[in-house]
């Protein structure tokens, strides 16, 4: 089996994926098909040798199609197999956006003016205290016919094009669906427009629909540019990530030191690092020590020691002291690469979310087509029998452009984006940003919240916890004051952490001497000539009180000695965030399942879980394991959102149906991530879930009207009780049930401003 990636051209929604998923998988040798419409990419499976992209090409092209193959390089010291199509298109989607943006300037104001005028129009012909319009009518006709006419072959081409797909292939899509209704109402308007003569012989009313056209045409428009915008960032986070590393590397060979391009870093190479450095790839330090800020890869705020024989992760910082490291794994191998892979393997993805209105478009144009033709047919051919051929031919045009008017998806193609803006504009407000509809989806149906520990249910920024003093004599301010003294002269974030404390106990501090970095243990210092060091609890030394229970806690310990002898402890820890109780127990409220996924040790994430409330814990996690976790969960039948902030949670949150970051992490989280809470305000995950419940039940509640109308108009507009009870629906009635379609649609989206979270 050989799998290849493509990149897709002409993909507009899911039947468009539909239908390349349909016909490919016709095709001997193609064993499986998955179409991505959020990345607009394809990854076929072959039996043996894959077909040429010149014989892909030739199945799909007649539909409106193009396939392009990624290019894949085959380098082990390459960070990526693969290209991704966000940085090979970036431009050319900027620019197709432009032009979409530049439609939508146009279209939206003339739509709701048009609009605002039909329901005026509408209003008049049936109600006595609604005046007319000041326009006359004739002229409003011509007015509308030029603006229509623009609106159809300008601004619509993408529609146009999706009806003569049909007419050519068969194959429907959305915009099949609103050709067919636009060119209907447009053609049949302009025809009476211009030939009076055709109306009065064939005895139809004067009744025209270019508003119709014009509407219909502004507000999808504008639907298409805010999903062209939200997909613009698919590749932004893989982006990022390819930044995170280092550009150079400084190698020992033959004997000189040499700068040289990341790419060429090859396996047991000696690698230098100075302080403030990018470590290149991974390795083993072979030489030296110092502390390294891994967060960028492992999420962890507080510095890991580093010593001879420890490993070290590809992208890391530096923060103190040169050292040399033999590199073990390289490019395409280094840890920062395989979460680069595993980002886009997982926005790459197929998402199982089905747009009701995609998904019915195969099928409803075909069905309003043959009712259609039906009915003018039926018409004729009985009417004629009945009440002669005039009259016959003139109920069956009536039917003919009925059905097609009020089957015209000016409703169905409001009902989501209309609930999406306003439901999106609410998350603003309340400081949840929504990257797209199908992510605001997906967290309606979402029953499992996973989180990480720092960053997101703490503050992700060690503080001191606990000052504990040893003896009778040593005082807690006496101890910090003297260990923030000698720290002050270390660039370690542990020991900027203790200064900050004195600090803002308004300490001064004293003036020493002698100060002395110790490899891998601390640093001493004299003050009033007595010897000061501030450590790591020794492991060789008989075990001190408190020092276990501390560890256990999640805390980072150091003793604290005055000429040799212990003096006291003091322990620092990343403290939960205020808010994360109350978020974690409003969640578990909404019968949610509530899970801490770390990397932290089993004891301190059980410590810091029953602090805020969870139960299930999910600890020791390795960052290249966290997305298998979440896949885990998901083959449980579990819909997972992820709430997460750091670089090492980027996969977890693409992997997630739901990626949920916060604005105070890494901008890689954020881009991976579906939602963003601004200030990293756990409180908004269930705020941001009952957003998304209200607004798929208003989506749903408008998906319902927009087919009511047709499930009894359509019947009325075909005549199918005049026999009955000599009720026929006229054009114009059909014009004012699409015209109450979408007020009952706006109006009901409009709901959602009012609602309280």
């Known amino acids: 089996m050989t799998t290849r990636s493509y990149i897709v051209k002409g993909m507009h929604c899911a039947s468009c994926a539909a239908i390349i998923t349909k016909k490919l998988s016709k095709v001997e040798g193609i064993t499986q098909v998955n179409v991505n419409l959020a990345t607009e990419k394809a990854k076929l499976e072959f039996e043996n040798m894959p077909l040429s992209e010149e014989a892909i090409n030739d199945v799909i092209s007649k539909y409106g199609f193009t396939f392009d193959a990624e290019q894949t390089v085959e380098s082990s010291n390459l960070t990526l197999n693969a290209t991704p199509r966000a940085l090979l298109l970036k431009e050319e989607k900027d620019k197709e956006l432009q032009e979409q943006f530049v439609k939508v300037q146009f279209a939206l104001p003339v739509a709701l003016l048009v609009f605002i005028l039909m329901m005026w129009d509408t209003g008049s012909r049936f109600f006595a205290f609604i005046p007319n319009l000041p326009i006359p009518m004739e002229l409003l006709n011509i007015i509308s016919m030029v603006i229509a006419t623009y609106m159809v072959f300008r601004i619509g081409d993408p529609f146009l094009h999706g009806l003569a797909m049909y007419v050519t292939s068969g194959a429907a899509s959305m915009d099949t669906l609103i050709g067919i209704g636009t060119v209907t109402a447009f053609v049949y308007s302009a025809l009476i427009t211009l030939i009076p003569s055709i109306r009065v012989l064939l005895q139809i009313p004067d009744y025209t629909y270019f508003d119709v056209t014009i509407v219909v045409i502004g507000f ?185 008017v009020i089957a015209c998806p000016c409703a169905l193609g409001l009902a989501t984006p209309t609930a999406i803006i306003v439901g999106i504009g609410k998350g603003a407000e309340y400081g949840i940003l929504i990257r797209n509809a199908e992510s605001l989806e997906k967290l309606s149906t979402v029953d499992t919240v996973v989180f990480d520990k720092t960053g997101t249910l703490t503050t992700g920024s060690p503080q001191v916890s606990d000052i504990i003093t040893l003896d009778g004599e040593t005082s807690i301010t006496s101890l910090l004051q003297s260990a923030a003294s000698v720290e002050s002269r270390s660039e370690h974030p542990l020991a900027e952490a203790i200064v900050h404390a004195a600090k803002k106990e308004m300490l001064t501090l004293s003036e020493i001497s002698a100060f002395e970095a110790l490899e891998g243990a601390g640093v001493s210092a004299v003050i009033d000539r007595v010897t000061v060091m501030v450590r790591k609890p020794s492991e060789k030394e008989q075990p001190l009180p408190d020092v276990e229970r501390l560890q256990k806690e999640g805390k980072t310990v150091v003793v604290i000695e005055r000429n040799g002898v212990c003096r006291g402890l003091i322990a620092l820890s990343d403290t939960v965030k205020e808010e994360a109780k109350r978020a974690v127990a409003a969640l578990q409220r909404k019968g949610l399942n509530v899970i801490m996924l770390t990397g932290d040790n089993r004891l301190a994430a059980n410590f810091m879980a029953r602090q805020v409330g969870i139960d299930e814990v999910i600890s020791e996690v390795l960052p290249q394991e966290k997305a298998n976790k979440i896949k885990e969960l998901q083959a449980q039948g579990k819909k997972v959102a992820m709430a997460g902030d750091g670089i090492n949670d980027a996969p977890a949150l693409a992997q997630a149906d739901v990626g949920i970051a916060m604005a105070t992490g890494t901008d ?15 409180n908004k995950v269930a705020q941001a879930i009952t957003l998304s419940r209200a607004t798929m039940r208003v989506i749903r509640q408008n998906l319902f009207w927009a087919f009511i109308y047709n499930i009894i108009g359509i019947p009325l507009a075909a005549g199918a009780f005049y026999p009955l009870w000599g009720i026929f629906l006229n054009p114009v009635f059909s014009g004012l049930a699409m015209a109450g379609s979408s007020v009952s649609v706006v109006s009901n989206s409009l709901r959602l401003k009012r609602k309280k979270f």
């Open 220 to 404: 999808v428009m504008l639907g298409k540019y805010l999903e062209a915008r939200s997909k613009m960032k698919t590749g932004e986070a893989i982006e990022k990530l390819i930044g995170l590393q280092a550009k150079s590397a400084l190698v020992m060979r033959e004997g000189k030191e040499m700068e040289i391009p990341v790419e060429e870093v090859r396996r047991g190479d000696a690698v230098i690092v100075k302080p403030g450095g990018k470590l290149p790839v991974d390795g083993i330090i072979s030489e030296g020590y110092s502390s390294l800020d891994e967060s960028m890869v492992t999420g962890e705020s507080i510095p890991v020691d580093k010593k001879v024989g420890d490993r070290v992760i590809g992208g890391s910082i530096n923060k103190q002291g040169s050292f040399t490291f033999t590199a073990s794994n390289v490019g395409s191998d280094t840890l920062l690469a395989r979460i680069i892979r595993m980002v886009e393997d997982a926005q790459g993805s197929k998402a199982p979310i089905q747009n009701i209105a995609d998904k019915i478009a195969g099928v409803f144009v075909p069905v309003v087509l043959i009712l259609a033709a039906a009915t003018f047919i039926i018409w004729l051919s009985i009417g004629s029998y009945l009440l002669g051929f005039s009259a016959a031919l003139s109920y069956a045009i009536s039917g003919l452009i009925g059905i097609l």
């Open 668 to 682: 890689v989280a954020m881009e991976c991530a579906g939602i963003t809470l601004l200030m990293g305000d756990i």
